[in-house]
Every structure is written in structure tokens, then in C-alpha cells.
């Protein structure tokens, strides 16, 4: 799951260079991913014991 994060973040990134979104949307957009990327990563790090029932 991180690699697609990393890929969108650099796309949002990409697009806010060259212009397609504003530099509002990006400044809006980025956090956003990177909340939706710590949430993944630890919901993912349960124990093994938690996961098993």
C-alpha cells in the first residue's frame, strides 16, 4: 500500500508543478495522503495474536 501513496503523492506534487491543480488544492491534497498513509500503516501493524481471531 505505501508505493501507490508515494506514487500519488508525487503526482499531486507533479501536477501542482506544472499546473493543473492550484497550489491551494496541492497544499490541501498532500497532508491528506500523508494522513491517509499512517492510518494504513497502522492499522496494518497489528499484533499477530489480534489478527488471528
Do not use: E
Request: glycine share 8%.
Amino acid at each position: 500500500m505505501t508505493p501507490l501513496f508515494i506514487i500519488l503523492i508525487g503526482l499531486v506534487f507533479l501536477l501542482g508543478a506544472t499546473g493543473s491543480f492550484s497550489a491551494h488544492a496541492v497544499d490541501i491534497i498532500w497532508p491528506i495522503l500523508l494522513i491517509l498513509l499512517s492510518i494504513t500503516k497502522w492499522a496494518g501493524n497489528s499484533c499477530k495474536c489480534c489478527k488471528a481471531v
